[in-house]
């Protein structure tokens, strides 16, 4: 089996190759800038340079008749100056993979969305829940419900995709997301703990729903993909744990959190640095978004049996190797 995959070089992205070549795939992995391009020992793992919003770079580096193309490339910045990155990246990028996809002949297209299309609920969602992603005033948000309209468009075209929603997803290789919570943590930054209350997931049993998906999901269906659900005071105290850090912690009320969010974003104004929270992190950060993924289970033979404890655990380990690589001199890293 062959499989193209975009994102590869990301947190969920690397975990998805990493499972298709221990169940012994090719994969042919986009790139953007060589530096990001991680090394391998195995020849199933193929890098071809691309741009998702380059159709023509993506016409060149898709292999013709791939039997997957799992798209998992995507903007997820909070806070940017120039807003129309993120949706060129986020829904543009995405109707040129579609499209390109369709020209090869893809046998099949998993599109990794995200659980922010269905925007916030006051309890938990499934797939039959009301997608309110484009009323949200978080942007990364509605660029996702306009990407999963455009694989809509292309399902009608003759496209065979599936398309997956993780919640927020924990696990090695993170270096952007829920890691930075760690950082957080070591320099003091948190003021207090934010109201909301998550469903987690575990970035290696997400990665290998994706092939799952592949093999038993079926075309036009949405699967979400969730795990343990709690609220921030759990996260925390585990955290506090890993990283011995013995300053209490108090929960936030929800309009402070969104203060601190503005204030940092309007800073950032002036700075042109991105803030420690941005406004539509503080969005995020005091909402409920929770989920049931009992169709997952079902149809795809979902497995979400790692707990929250043991996520943050594998979580914890890959931070702090990359803080050991931080320290390293440039020629004890070379070495």
Request: glycine share 6%; with cysteine.
């Amino acid at each position: 089996m062959h499989a193209f995959v975009t994102g590869a070089t990301g947190f969920l992205g690397r975990n998805v190759v990493e499972q298709l070549i221990l169940q012994g795939w090719q994969v042919t992995a986009l790139y953007r800038t060589p530096c990001k391009q991680f090394s391998s020992d195995t020849l199933q793992l193929h890098w071809q340079q691309g741009d998702i919003t380059d159709i023509d770079s993506l016409r060149a580096a898709m292999p013709p008749s791939v039997d997957a193309v799992f798209h998992l490339a995507c903007d997820t910045q909070a806070w940017r100056l120039d807003r129309r990155q993120q949706y060129q990246t986020n829904v543009t990028g995405t109707e040129n993979l579609c499209k390109v996809a369709l020209e090869k002949r893809a046998i099949r297209f998993i599109h990794t969305s995200s659980i922010a299309v269905y925007g916030f609920h006051n309890g938990a969602v499934d797939e039959n829940s009301e997608m309110r992603g484009m009323d949200c005033p978080v942007r990364y948000f509605r660029s996702k419900f306009l990407a999963e309209e455009v694989v809509r468009e292309y399902i009608e075209k003759g496209l065979d995709a599936v398309i997956l929603n993780p919640t927020a997803v924990i696990g090695p290789y993170d270096n952007r997301s829920w890691v930075k919570l760690f950082d957080c943590i070591k320099e003091d930054q948190l003021p207090g703990i934010p109201p909301g209350r998550k469903s987690f997931c575990y970035a290696p049993e997400v990665a290998l729903a994706h092939i799952q998906a592949f093999i038993l999901g079926r075309s036009g269906e949405n699967y979400i993909l969730s795990g343990p659900t709690t609220d921030f005071t759990e996260v925390f105290q585990i955290l506090s744990a890993y990283m011995q850090h013995s300053h209490p912690m108090y929960k936030l009320p929800s309009w402070l959190v969104k203060l601190r969010g503005l204030a940092c974003t309007l800073r950032a104004l002036i700075t042109q640095k991105e803030p420690d929270i941005s406004l539509q992190n503080a969005y995020v950060l005091c909402a409920n978004v929770t989920a049931e993924s009992e169709k997952a289970k079902r149809e795809l033979q979902y497995k979400n049996h790692t707990s929250l404890n043991e996520m943050l655990g594998t979580s914890y380990e890959w931070w702090l190797s990359q803080q050991t690589n931080k320290q390293k001199s440039p020629q004890q890293h070379l070495a």
